[in-house]
């Protein structure tokens, strides 16, 4: 069964680094999104993309923060100077198409600023 | 802002038992997600309910959206100890031009089930 897949799966990074964290969406997908989910919190919304292009962000979503689909495979979210706060699971999730409401959620990567 | 209360926060049962999960919100969802998280995994997507009534099941887990599309229930029947996990209810909304699905979570059940 297609999955959506993420790399790494852990990472770890100083402060102030820039960091790329990459997806996988499962093919012929047309919705992708990005989460973020604080130790012991709920699952925040990030961004939403659609059409090569930002659809929706979250207030959480600045100008640290960007994505990309490079090719017809990845996505992927940078963060462009990492700061303590960034540490959390970062969960992609791509979602078929206008009337499918299903999103399926990869396996998250965890990324710690030290 | 979209909030969606979730209860309870921990529930400890004996194997047989049943238990219900509520989640809730003043604001309508276009649709209504069920996960199931493991730790240190990402969300696994048990069931979707779209339509305000719907009813659905999966084995002994039964899913319902509340008439007017604000809330939801997860019901399970004759629990078993491989049923302990995380459970979340995530609210979606799809707008026009405005909104493309971005999922609202709720805070998630901690559910144990004791052998």
């Known amino acids: 069964e297609p999955e959506v897949t993420q790399t790494p799966s852990h990472q770890v990074t100083q402060m102030g680094q820039e960091v790329i964290l990459r997806c996988v969406p499962i093919s012929n997908h047309l919705y992708f999104y990005w989460y973020r989910q604080i130790l012991g919190q709920k699952v925040e919304f990030l961004v939403s993309f659609y059409n090569n292009e930002i659809s929706e962000k979250s207030e959480i979503f600045d100008d640290q923060f960007s994505v990309e689909r490079p090719d017809g495979s990845n996505f992927t979210l940078k963060i462009r100077s990492t700061k303590l706060e960034d540490s959390a699971m970062y969960f992609c999730?791509?979602?078929?198409?206008?009337?499918?409401?299903?999103?399926?959620f990869g396996p998250g990567t965890r990324l710690t600023v030290t | 802002t979209q909030l969606l209360e979730q209860s309870p926060q921990f529930l400890s049962i004996q194997e047989g038992e049943n238990l219900t999960v509520y989640c809730n919100s003043s604001?309508?969802?276009?649709?209504l997600q069920w996960y199931r998280q493991e730790p240190g995994e990402g969300p696994v997507l048990l069931v979707t309910?779209?339509?305000?009534?719907e009813v659905k099941k999966l084995k002994r887990l039964t899913f319902q959206f509340g008439d007017a599309r604000k809330d939801s229930s997860l019901h399970i029947t004759a629990a078993q100890p491989g049923d302990t996990g995380l459970y979340l209810c995530?609210?979606?909304?799809?707008?026009?031009?405005?909104?493309?699905?971005?999922?609202?979570f709720g805070q998630g059940t901690i559910l144990t089930v004791h052998p």
């Open positions: 995530a609210g979606g909304w799809i707008a026009g031009g405005t909104s493309y699905g971005k999922l609202t």
């Open positions: 604001s309508v969802f276009s649709s």
């Open positions: 309910v779209v339509t305000g009534g």
């Open positions: 999730a791509s979602r078929p198409g206008l009337a499918k409401y299903e999103q399926y």
